[in-house]
């Protein structure tokens, strides 16, 4: 059993900063690439961040230069820190871990997400 738990979220202002973080706890026994996606209200889920085990990053074009991502493989955790948040920055922001458990299943897990409201 693989559980993602994102925590973070919240209501902040336009130009303020969050920090989001996602835990990978359970049968893991190695993790691949982890990302952050995110869905808007009436908006299809995109695609925010993704990086490597390794520490290869991509970023989608919108929050290039706002958003950092990054990881602590020991922990099995993966940050996405907002900076300059804009109002179309608001949605339910999700994890997303490609993982081989104990037992040899590879797949790609989702936490249930947090949610990211910034006001004018």
């Known amino acids: 059993q693989v559980q993602l738990v994102a925590s973070g979220g919240g209501l902040v202002q336009a130009g303020g900063s969050l920090r989001l973080s996602c835990v990978a706890s359970?049968?893991?026994?190695?993790?691949?690439?982890m990302g952050w996606y995110r869905q808007a209200p009436g908006k299809q889920r995109e695609l925010v961040a993704t990086?490597?085990?390794?520490?290869?990053?991509n970023y989608a074009d919108s929050v290039k230069g706002r958003f950092t991502i990054s990881r602590d493989n020991a922990k099995n955790t993966v940050y996405l820190q907002m900076n300059s948040l804009k109002l179309e920055d608001t949605a339910v922001y999700y994890c997303?871990?490609?993982?081989?458990?104990?037992?040899?299943?590879?797949?790609?897990?989702w936490g249930k997400g947090t949610l990211v409201t910034v006001s004018s």
């Open positions: 997303n871990a490609h993982i081989l458990t104990t037992t040899g299943y590879a797949t790609a897990y």
């Open positions: 990086i490597t085990s390794g520490g290869s990053t």
């Open positions: 359970g049968s893991i026994r190695s993790i691949n690439t």
